[in-house]
């Protein structure tokens, strides 16, 4: 079976500081990654996916990922944090009927 | 932009009550996903339709069931709701395919006292 751990539940950083989020992944075949994100009162839109092209995977509102195999991880990461960026952040992980595994949420807080 | 709409936002039920949760989409999308969203468990799926008529369990479907009569509406069905059923649901659809982005509705909050 497929899933992900994502790494703290919380995350406080200041703002122009760097978001790491950790995403760890478990699959028996090359996987497919994602990550969301839910801004308050919304429901969740995709911020990137994985798709074997590329190790290095950019997405929207200045976030990236990079996939290592080697490490089974597809972290997040944005080099400098803004207020906007306050949301609860999920991995996931397909199966080859699309259904997405999620992980249990990051929740992030950008502070001044 | 593929629309999802979820029907309620927020539902108030008494325990025993039949509820349904009812789901649509505009965008012609073969698969159908319901989701459940617990703080600290993540989302995690109950059911899923990938055609009309059809479905399969997900992860956690004990106390519910579902309905695509239609491709464009998909159903959750609450038979005799409970208090540990209180929580954010969350449908979703996308095309066929194992790397096709899910799209999200805006979610129903549903309390059950």
């Known amino acids: 079976a497929q899933s992900v751990t994502q790494l703290g539940s919380h995350v406080s950083v200041s703002e122009g500081a760097l978001v790491l989020l950790r995403c760890n992944y478990s699959s028996s075949v090359p996987p497919y990654l994602f990550w969301y994100v839910q801004y308050p009162n919304q429901g969740l839109q995709l911020l990137l996916k994985y798709t074997s092209a590329a190790t290095l995977v950019k997405g929207i509102n200045g976030f990236e990922a990079e996939f290592k195999k080697s490490e089974t991880s597809f972290h997040l990461t944005k080099p400098s944090a803004h207020m906007s960026d306050a949301a609860e952040y999920f991995c996931a992980v397909s199966d080859s009927w699309g259904k997405l595994q999620f992980g249990a949420g990051t929740q992030v807080v950008v502070t001044p | 932009d593929v629309k999802v709409t979820q029907s309620s936002r927020y539902l108030v039920k008494r325990t025993g009550e039949k509820v349904f949760l009812e789901c649509v989409q505009d965008m012609d999308h073969e698969n159908m996903f319901w989701y459940r969203q617990d703080p600290g468990l993540g989302l995690r799926l109950i059911y899923f339709?990938?055609?009309?008529?059809?479905?399969e369990k997900g992860d956690i479907p004990e106390g519910y069931s579902v309905s695509r009569e239609k491709k464009e509406r998909f159903s959750l069905i609450l038979e005799s709701a409970s208090t540990n059923q209180t929580s954010m649901y969350l449908c979703?659809?996308?095309?066929?395919?194992?790397?096709?982005?899910?799209?999200f509705g805006s979610g129903t909050q549903l309390s059950v006292l």
């Open positions: 979703a659809s996308s095309l066929a395919g194992t790397n096709e982005k899910l799209f």
């Open positions: 339709s990938y055609d009309v008529k059809m479905k």
